[in-house]
C-alpha cells in the first residue's frame, strides 16, 4: 500500500511470461493452494494502470457483483477470474490510505449483500521481536500473540488470528463467517512458520478452525486452535473466539495473603474433585453441575468440612469423558462441559472469597491423538517427538511432548502461567512427571535410545520441568506446582540451584502404596506387616510430600477405599476412620479424592454422581463427621502441620511393638512444648492399660478418638482425658495408661 503519496515504482512491462505468471498466481489461489494471497488481495498498485492508481482485489467465491466503497463512492469491481476473483481501480487514491477508509460490498447469488472492511488491507500484527522470541522458545506470554484475539486494529474491532505451522504449504482460518471455504481467509506467511491474519467485524463466539494444507500435499487438515480460548462441547471440536480479558476479580485479599504465606508450614488439606462427577443433578437426566452451580455448592460444602484446597481433575478442554481430562486436546480452553471461561473464573473466585486455594491438574507429558488436535498439526510431526521410539506413550496411546524443541517447551511454559494468570490458580499438579523423565518408561529394551551420556534420563524433560518451576515461583508468589512423580528421583520438591527439580511439593506414593497394602491385610497378620508403616519415615523428610489418597486409587477394580479394608461393615468402618486418622497425623500435606468422606462403597465411576444417600445411614454420615472434624483440628493444632519437613516435628514413642500392631509418636509444632501425642491399634482388640510414654506431666486431653459414637465406633476411650503417671516408659520420664479403642486412633494433648 504506498505511503503518504510516495510515488510507487512504475510497473514493469507486461510481458507473455509475466502475464503467463500472473495466470498461475490467480489459478492457485481460487485452487487454494496460494501460500500468501495478501500479495494479490487487497490495495495494490495497479498493474499496467496510471501513475498512482490503486487496484483493490478480494475472492468472493459465489458471489454475483462486488463493488469498493471510497470516500464516498461505489466503485463497481470487475470479475477477473470466474471463480470470484475482483477487481476495483481506483485513479487517484487518498494520499494516505487506511484499511478502515474504504470497505468491500457483495451481493451473493442467493440475493443477500454483506459489507465488510478487507482482511487484506490490514498490516501484520507480529513483531520481528515477537516471531524471535517465539522461534527462541523464551516468550512465555506467547498465549497473548498466538490463538485468536479480540482488538482494534486501526479503529477497527476484530479477531487476530496467529498459528505456528511452520511445515504448512498454506494456512486458512475456517468458519461460519466465511462458509468454512480455506481458500478465501488466506493467514500471511510471516518468519519462524508463523501465520496470522486479522479478521475485522468477527466477534466473540464465532467459530473456527484452522485449516492446514500440508507442505507434501494432501488433503487439508481441520484444526482446532492450540492457543484457543474455549472450544466447542463434544463431539463437536470447532475452536470459540472468547475474551478472557475484563472479568472483575474480588479476591485481592486472597491473592495478596497467598504471595505472604509459606505453605509449606501451614495446614494442606486438599480435596480432589472431579467435577462432572461430585454431584449431577438427578431430576435432569444426570447432567453436570455448571461452574456456578459449582461455586454455589461445592464451595460451601468445601468450607463447611474444612478443607484448605480444591484440586480439580483436568478442567483443559479434552473430547473423551472416560478420560476424566488427562488427555488433553486444548490446553489453553476451559473445558465447556460445565459453562464458559467467565464462569470457570467466577468459580475460582468465589474459591478465594471463602479462603480456598485451587489447584489444577496438568498434563505436558503427554496429548490426545484425536484429529483435530495437536498430532501431526500441520502434516509433520510438531508438538510430539519426531522419533517414533519417543513420540507415542506405550501405555496411553496418546502422542508424546517434544521437550526439546524451543517452540514446544514455550508452549508448555506459557500454558503453565496462562492458568495461573488468567485464572488466578494456585497451583497446577503435573500429572505423570515420571514418564517426562526417563527415556525408558514403559519401554522394553530396544524401544528406546539413552541419552548423549549413556544415561536413561530425559534431559529435555528435565530442563523444561526446571524451568518452569523457577518461572511459577518467580512470577506468581505463593503459588505451587506439584509432581506426580513415583519413582525415587532425587530432590524433586528441592530447589534448581542446589540441583532439583524445583517443585515444591511431590506426591508420596510410596507411602500411599505401602499403607493401602498394611489396611488391606487382614489385623491378624498385620504384625508381619508393621514394617508398611514406618518405613515411611525413613524417608519423610527427603521431599516435600503430599499424602495422596487420589482418584487412581478407587477406580480399575482396585475397589472405593472402604471397600479395601477386610472384615465385616464394623471393621471396615473402623478401619476406614484408623487410615484417615492415619493420613491426617503422618507429617506431609493432605490429599483426599471426593466420595472417600461419604465412605463411598462402590468404586468411582466418572458418568454419575457420588452416593450422597449414603449419608442417610449412621456409618457414612459418622465418616463425613470425621473428616471434617479432622480436618478443623488439623488446622488448629500446629504441631500437625508447622514442621511437616523435619525431623524436629517427630518423634518416635514406640515403633516397634509389632506384637500388638500399636504406633505411636509425638507430632510437635516449632515450639516443642506444643506437642499432640498420637497412639493407633490396628488391631480389633481392646488393649486395657496401654502404657506409652509422655516427655511432660499433667493432664492429657483426648482431642479426638475415632471409636466416638459420633463416628459410627463403640466409645471406647479415656473418658475426654487421663493424667500422666511419674512413671517412665519409652525413654520418657511420665506416661500415660490408655484404654485404647479397637482399630481406632486416639489423639492427646497436655492441657494448658
Known amino acids: 500500500m504506498p505511503a503518504s503519496g510516495k510515488p510507487t515504482d512504475p510497473p514493469a512491462p507486461r510481458t507473455e511470461s509475466s502475464a503467463s505468471q500472473e495466470t498461475s498466481e490467480w489459478e492457485l489461489l481460487v485452487l487454494g493452494l496460494h501460500q500468501d494471497p495478501s500479495a494479490l488481495l487487497g490495495p495494490h498498485p495497479a498493474e499496467g494502470g496510471r501513475e498512482g492508481e490503486l487496484a483493490f482485489r478480494a475472492f468472493e467465491p459465489g458471489a454475483r457483483e462486488a463493488s469498493v466503497l471510497l470516500a464516498g463512492q461505489t466503485i463497481p469491481a470487475k470479475r477477473i477470474h470466474p471463480a470470484g476473483v475482483f477487481e476495483a481501480r481506483v485513479a487517484r487514491p487518498p494520499d494516505t490510505l487506511l484499511a478502515r477508509e474504504y470497505r468491500w460490498r457483495v451481493a451473493r447469488q442467493g440475493g443477500e449483500v454483506e459489507e465488510f472492511f478487507d482482511p487484506y488491507a490490514f498490516p501484520p500484527l507480529l513483531t520481528d521481536y515477537d516471531l524471535y522470541l517465539l522461534a527462541e522458545g523464551t516468550d512465555y506470554r506467547s498465549f497473548d500473540k498466538l490463538g485468536a484475539h479480540q482488538l482494534t486494529n486501526e479503529g477497527v474491532t476484530g479477531v487476530q488470528f496467529a498459528v505456528w505451522a511452520p511445515h504448512a504449504r498454506r494456512v486458512s482460518v475456517v468458519g461460519d463467517f466465511n462458509r468454512w471455504d480455506g481458500r478465501v481467509h488466506v493467514l500471511r506467511p510471516r518468519r519462524s512458520g508463523c501465520w496470522e491474519l486479522f479478521l475485522p467485524g468477527l466477534a466473540e463466539g464465532a467459530l473456527y478452525k484452522f485449516e492446514i494444507v500440508p507442505e507434501e500435499g494432501g488433503h487439508p487438515l481441520l484444526k482446532a486452535d492450540p492457543f484457543g480460548y474455549q472450544a466447542e462441547l463434544r463431539p463437536r471440536s470447532a475452536s470459540v473466539v472468547a475474551d478472557l480479558d475484563g472479568y472483575d476479580w474480588g479476591d485481592g485479599d486472597w491473592m495478596g495473603a497467598r504471595a505472604r504465606t509459606n505453605l509449606l508450614a501451614s495446614p494442606v488439606a486438599i480435596y480432589e474433585v472431579h467435577p462432572g462427577s461430585w454431584r449431577r443433578v438427578l431430576d435432569e437426566g444426570e447432567r453436570w453441575l455448571s461452574y456456578r452451580e459449582l461455586a454455589a455448592e461445592l464451595v460451601p460444602y468445601v468450607r463447611d468440612m474444612g478443607f484448605t484446597h480444591i484440586e480439580l481433575t483436568p478442567v483443559q478442554e479434552h473430547p473423551h469423558d472416560a478420560s476424566w481430562g488427562y488427555q488433553t486436546v486444548g490446553y489453553y480452553a476451559a473445558t465447556s462441559r460445565y459453562g464458559s471461561p467467565r464462569e470457570l473464573m467466577e468459580f475460582i473466585d ?170 488391606s491385610s487382614d489385623p491378624v497378620f498385620r504384625k508381619y506387616h508393621h514394617n508398611e508403616l514406618t518405613f515411611s519415615m525413613l524417608y519423610a523428610f527427603s521431599e516435600n510430600f503430599i499424602l495422596p489418597l487420589s482418584h487412581d486409587e478407587v477406580v480399575h477394580g482396585k475397589r472405593s477405599l472402604v471397600e479395601k479394608m477386610p472384615g465385616d461393615d464394623w471393621q471396615r468402618f473402623a478401619n476406614l476412620r484408623l487410615l484417615l486418622a492415619f493420613l491426617y497425623a503422618h507429617p506431609g500435606k493432605k490429599l483426599l479424592f471426593m466420595g472417600a468422606e461419604l465412605g463411598q462403597r462402590r468404586e468411582w465411576r466418572h458418568d454419575g454422581s457420588l452416593d450422597w444417600h449414603l449419608l442417610d445411614f449412621p456409618l457414612h454420615r459418622g465418616i463425613q463427621r470425621l473428616v471434617r472434624d479432622l480436618n478443623h483440628l488439623y488446622r488448629r493444632q500446629p504441631p500437625f502441620y508447622e514442621v511437616d519437613y523435619d525431623w524436629s516435628g517427630f518423634q518416635w514413642i514406640d515403633c516397634q511393638d509389632a506384637s500388638s500392631s500399636v504406633l505411636s509418636f509425638l507430632r510437635l509444632a516449632r515450639r516443642a512444648a506444643d506437642f499432640v501425642a498420637v497412639v493407633l491399634n490396628f488391631t480389633p482388640v481392646v488393649r486395657e492399660g496401654y502404657r506409652v510414654g509422655v516427655p511432660e506431666p499433667g493432664f492429657y486431653v483426648e482431642l479426638l478418638n475415632t471409636d466416638s459414637g459420633s463416628y459410627g465406633g463403640g466409645n471406647v476411650g479415656n473418658e475426654g482425658g487421663i493424667e500422666a503417671e511419674p512413671v517412665p516408659w519409652n525413654g520418657r520420664p511420665y506416661s500415660l495408661r490408655l484404654r485404647l479403642p479397637p482399630l481406632a486412633a486416639v489423639f492427646l494433648k497436655l492441657r494448658d
Request: glycine share 10%; aromatic share 14%.
Open 350 to 519: 468465589a474459591c478465594h472469597r471463602q479462603e480456598i486455594g485451587v489447584l489444577l491438574d496438568w498434563t505436558p507429558a503427554h496429548f490426545a491423538r484425536d484429529g483435530h488436535g495437536l498430532g501431526r498439526f500441520d502434516g509433520e510431526p510438531l508438538y510430539e517427538h519426531p522419533d517414533p521410539q519417543q513420540s507415542e506413550h506405550p501405555d496411553w496411546g496418546s502422542y508424546v511432548f517434544d521437550f526439546g524443541r524451543p517452540e514446544v517447551r514455550n508452549f508448555l511454559l506459557a500454558n503453565a502461567l496462562f492458568w495461573l494468570e488468567k485464572y488466578h490458580a494456585d497451583g497446577l499438579r503435573a500429572d505423570a512427571v515420571a514418564s517426562m523423565l526417563y527415556l525408558d518408561y514403559s519401554r522394553k529394551p530396544g524401544q528406546w535410545q539413552p541419552n548423549q551420556y549413556g544415561g536413561r534420563e530425559n534431559l529435555a524433560a528435565v530442563a523444561l520441568v526446571r524451568r518452569l518451576n523457577e518461572l511459577v515461583h518467580a512470577q506468581f508468589p505463593g503459588a505451587v506446582t506439584v509432581a506426580e512423580e513415583s519413582t525415587a528421583w532425587p530432590m524433586v520438591s528441592r530447589p534448581t540451584s542446589v540441583g532439583g527439580l524445583g517443585f515444591t511439593f511431590k506426591w508420596n506414593m510410596g507411602w500411599m502404596n505401602d499403607t493401602l497394602r498394611y489396611f
